[in-house]
């Protein structure tokens, strides 16, 4: 079966420093691949998505990520962090045998400190 | 548009008691889906809605019905509520039709769900 994992259930970087967000999915047949942010006490948003054609994905606030089928890895990146980065970030995938649904990871906290 | 809404926002329970959790959509989404999050579990599946009058299990049903009202909504009922079902709530839908190959979904704020 189809799963995602993120390595890092917290990740604690400076304002300006690197963010780097790990996911690696589990399938034989590439995904569709997305990653969602949830700021507090708020619902899920989409950042950016995967489906076909280039495999580095721009998003919005910044971020971007990186379709690697050889490492099986889609990692959200954003090259200077802003305290409003803070949220909660979720990677989750379509798999093209089921596609009624998302499997999401666990979540990756990240915190921003200045 | 409003995108996905849900009522309510907070809600207390007492174990054995019941209640519905309501959520629409304005975006004419095909499928809808209802999930719960917990710390550390992301977001797991209890049911969805791949078109109006279908439901199906996700991964954690138990305890839980749902109702494709008509395509704008789909509630959720926790008929017996217990402890264990304390959690955040979030709808969410999607264009996608059975058999796409592709399923952005869009979603609701969320219900804070405590049950005493």
């Known amino acids: 079966a189809q799963s995602v994992t993120q390595l890092g259930s917290h990740v604690s970087v400076s304002e300006g420093a690197l963010v780097l967000l790990r996911c690696n999915y589990s399938?034989?047949?590439?995904?569709?691949l997305f990653w969602y942010v949830q700021y507090p006490n708020q619902g899920l948003q989409l950042l950016l998505k995967?489906?076909?054609?280039?495999?580095l994905v721009k998003g919005i606030n910044g971020f971007e990520a990186e379709f690697k089928k050889s490492e099986t890895s889609f990692h959200l990146t954003k090259p200077s962090a802003h305290m409003s980065d803070a949220a909660e970030y979720f990677c989750a995938v379509s798999p093209f045998y089921n596609t009624d649904k998302l499997i999401f990871g666990t979540g990756t906290r990240l915190q921003v400190f200045p | 548009n409003a995108g996905v809404t849900q009522t309510p926002k907070f809600q207390v329970l007492k174990t054995g008691q019941s209640m519905t959790l309501q959520c629409a959509q304005d975006?004419?989404?095909?499928?809808m889906y209802w999930y719960r999050q917990d710390p550390g579990m992301g977001l797991r599946l209890i049911y969805y809605s791949a078109s109006e009058g279908t439901t199906d299990k996700g991964e954690v049903p138990n305890g839980y019905n749902v109702s494709r009202l008509n395509k704008r909504e789909f509630s959720l009922r926790l008929e017996s509520a217990a402890p264990s079902q304390t959690s955040v709530y979030f709808c969410?839908?999607?264009?996608?039709?059975?058999?796409?190959?592709?399923?952005?979904?869009?979603f609701g704020p969320g219900t804070r769900l405590t049950v005493l």
């Open positions: 399938s034989s047949v590439p995904p569709y």
């Open positions: 969410a839908s999607s264009e996608a039709l059975r058999g796409d190959a592709y399923n952005e979904q869009f």
């Open positions: 995967y489906t076909t054609g280039a495999t």
């Open positions: 975006m004419n989404h095909n499928s």
